[in-house]
């Protein structure tokens, strides 16, 4: 109350009854001590605060009156005491002193009055009292070359200049005065080395305090650099600072802090951003350094991330990025097309930041943003979720998605050609990688892939190529290093019918039969030695088996199968590993072969085909099926399993009977589920099938060996006997017996095998035997 009472008295008008001089004096002293009241309090409690604050303000705003009038008002009591107040009284009263409390209190009212400021501050009373005690305050620093401010200090330092917000609050570079500071001086020598201190790595763990007060320097720095009269020193000033300041090696997070704090914006004061300035050769020169040093050391750099995104101008209101177009192009060049960085976290980090900015055509050109999603192809995970999210998706035009199609499939075609290529000297652990990160790229981009079928994809990614699998079929290493990429690749897809569709979509024609057997037979395992003790199935089950195959492929199959194994006798590897696929294919196509007479018994003697207390028809005689019986199950007898017996009762001439029966004499009470010629475990169709198969392996491959007049062909003995396991184990030699027919020629040809085995065995040619 005081204080605004002075305050009202010093500055109404007196016009026609003016206050004498001690009168006014008198006034003044009183304001003055409601200074030095403010400016030397302590202990505020929670209780004193609010009117501690009030008395805060109300002493900001008298000084700002105290200005203006000081200028024009000379109507009243304080402009004839003005020089008194200004010159002897104030700079007294209103000093920073020595004390945190005293430098946070005067800070406080200069701040106070900075916010009520109406007219110029180059101009005001006030400013020769802020600049002296700002030059006492940094000669003070001076007393000690350890000296570090507080953040009392920093905020002290802040509102000085930003009150005065000119290069007057320095002394001139010419002055005479010894102990005076120029702008320059104060940032090459106090600025820098505080900032040093603060972000240097020496220190064990940077802490909150640590990165409060870096960003206080770097607010002084961005200050300084706004105060400069001419752009061209501002970066003049600007380089010779960062120069020194990376020569520290400081922490990337307090650099990409302080690079926000000085591109930030404050309307409610005179702070504007200088990022034209910032964004430098500099900073051009270290942000590539920085991404270069930390790609050779693959660990993610500290704080990389964080300062990468800063210079690209992410996570801040930037009109643009800090680092120049050509800058992130050269980080494009350095994650190499040719490099797989998928274990480099810092490479990683990178990408990432390329990708973020990928939308931004002015940042990002046409080749850079096409090989910044190449590489996120590569490495997959969340960068290339990132990239199908940020590029592919709004790619109306589709022509960057077109080549990136283009440029991926290209690759993937070359990939395969190395990983195939037996004459680069590479450990096998090394290509079993290799193939497998080839595989999943390949997945990665069949996902993408919404031009094309499947068999086209296949094409496109080298796997479709039939004479590469051709020449593979000889070879072991090649074989298996193709059968380690298709099986990887086959295995990263959906399900079996998406791996079907892959080679038989919409056309089952000679050309893909063709293909699809060849691949079979290249990637089929060496039935005598294995190799690698990495061992993937059969890629034949990754096909669905007989629910994905038709009669008519399943046939075309096999007569490729037929003309390959024929074909590859002289060959002992292409030979074994034909058989030893078609063995693969038949097995997973059909199961083991049952007669029609079996595969009823084994229906109906399942143990859940009757069950205790079901009421079934009992046939007492099988010559008189017509003369059936009702009859219930008593119990079913499982000791012979799969050969069931069940006791039942029935009633015959009104009395109850109970005995023990076989399914054979039973059948379910409802007729509509008795047996018939469909209930056979194998379909018309099916046997049509297997009979055909059965007669063109027994024709083809079977008789032809064993009809040989001398039996030396032991090579065609060995297949024609794997053949014929497989026709009687799996397909079953159906069809008419009798004269005439293959199967009684069969049996002829297998008599003679016989005669001819034991007759060896009494002369004892054991190898003829």
């Known amino acids: 109350f005081a204080a605004e ?164 609050l320095f002394f001139s570079d010419d002055t005479s005065s010894p102990d005076g500071v120029t702008l320059e001086s104060f940032l090459m020598n106090k600025v820098l080395r505080w900032l040093v201190v603060h972000s240097s790595k020496m220190q064990p763990v940077v802490s909150g305090q640590h990165i409060t007060q870096a960003l206080h320097a770097f607010s002084c720095l961005h200050i300084c650099l706004l105060i400069t009269h001419t752009t061209q020193r501002q970066q003049s000033l600007w380089r010779a600072f960062f120069r020194e300041l990376i020569k520290a090696d400081c922490n990337l997070m307090i650099l990409a802090k302080g690079l926000l704090v000085m591109c930030a914006k404050n309307t409610s004061t005179r702070k504007k951003s200088i990022e034209t300035v910032i964004a430098s050769d500099v900073l051009d020169d270290f942000a590539t350094r920085v991404v270069a040093d930390a790609l050779i050391r693959s660990e993610a750099k500290l704080n990389l991330e964080e300062f990468l995104r800063v210079c690209a101008g992410l996570d801040c209101n ?120 080839w595989s999943k790229r390949a997945i990665r981009w069949f996902r993408n892939n919404d031009s094309h079928s499947g068999f086209e994809k296949l094409n496109r990614i080298g796997l479709g190529n ?29 399900d079996d019918a998406e791996r079907f569709l892959l080679f038989f979509d919409d056309q089952k024609s000679d050309d893909r039969v063709h293909l699809f057997t060849c691949i079979l037979i290249a990637t089929s395992s060496n039935p005598e030695k294995k190799l690698y003790e990495i061992h993937d199935p059969p890629l034949i089950c990754f096909f669905g088996g007989c629910k994905s195959f038709g009669s008519d492929l399943i046939k075309k199959c096999v007569n490729r199968y037929l003309y390959a194994i024929k074909e590859s006798f002289g060959n002992t590897l292409s030979k074994k590993k034909s058989i030893s696929s078609f063995s693969d294919f038949i097995c997973e196509i059909f199961p083991a072969y049952l007669s029609d007479e079996k ?69 379910k009470f409802d007729s509509s589920l008795q047996h018939s010629n469909s209930s056979s475990a194998i379909s018309a169709d099916d046997h049509l099938l297997r009979k055909s198969l059965s007669s063109s392996i027994l024709t083809e491959i079977v008789m032809p060996a064993f009809n040989s007049p001398d039996l030396k062909e032991k090579e065609q003995l060995e297949v024609a006997a794997e053949c014929l396991n497989l026709v009687l184990a799996r397909i079953g030699c159906l069809g008419k017996g009798g004269i005439g027919t293959y199967r009684y020629d069969l049996c002829q040809a297998l008599l003679k095998l016989q005669e001819q085995a034991k007759t060896a065995i009494d002369e004892e040619k054991q190898d003829l035997a």
Request: glycine share 2%; hydrophobic share 35%; with cysteine.
């Open 466 to 494: 039939i004479e590469m699998w051709q020449e593979a079929i000889p070879h072991l290493e090649r074989s298996e290093r193709l059968r380690w990429c298709i099986s990887s690749f086959l295995q990263g897809l959906e």
């Open 599 to 667: 595969c009823y018994g084994r229906e109906i003697a399942q143990k859940d085909t009757f069950i205790k207390g079901e009421e079934v028809w009992y046939t007492p005689d099988l010559d008189q099926e017509d003369t059936q019986i009702k009859a219930m199950i008593m119990k079913v007898h499982d000791d012979d399993f799969p050969r069931l017996y069940f006791t039942i009762r029935f009633e015959t001439e009104k009395m109850e009977q109970e005995k023990q029966t076989v399914a054979e004499r039973l059948k």
């Open 5 to 168: 009472s002075c305050s009202f008295f010093l500055l109404r008008s007196d016009a026609e009854n003016p206050v004498d001089d001690a009168t006014s004096i008198s006034i003044a002293e009183l304001w003055l001590e409601c200074l030095k009241s403010y400016s030397c309090a302590s202990g505020i409690t929670s209780v004193s605060r609010s009117s501690d604050n009030e008395l805060k303000t109300i002493i900001g705003k008298s000084l700002c009156r105290f200005d203006e009038a000081a200028h024009s008002k000379e109507n009243c009591a304080f402009y004839r005491v003005k020089e008194w107040f200004w010159d002897e009284q104030l700079p007294t009263t209103l000093r920073s002193g020595s004390t945190q409390l005293e430098c946070q209190r005067f800070y406080k009212i200069i701040r106070e009055v900075s916010e009520n400021q109406k007219t110029e501050t180059g101009n005001s009373h006030i400013l020769p009292l802020i600049r002296q005690e700002f030059q006492n305050h940094l000669v003070k620093s001076n007393l000690s070359s350890a000296y570090i401010p507080s953040e009392v200090d920093y905020e002290f330092y802040e509102t000085c200049m930003e009150f005065c917000f000119s290069e007057s």
């Open 318 to 437: 930037l009109a643009s990025p800090l680092v120049n177009r050509v800058v992130m192009s050269q980080w494009v060049g350095m994650l190499s097309l040719d490099q797989d960085f998928s274990d480099n976290d810092s490479a990683t980090i990178v990408l990432r930041t390329l990708l973020d900015v990928a939308d931004d055509e002015s940042t990002l050109s046409y080749e850079d943003k096409l090989k910044a999603l190449t590489l996120a192809w590569r490495t997959g995970g969340e960068n290339w979720r990132k990239a199908c999210t940020h590029i592919l998706t709004k790619d109306v035009s589709r022509d960057l998605y077109n080549d990136f199609l283009h440029a991926s499939e290209n690759e993937l075609q070359s990939s395969l050609n190395r990983i195939c290529d037996v004459g680069l000297d590479v450990k096998r652990p090394d290509l079993y990688e290799r193939s497998r990160t």
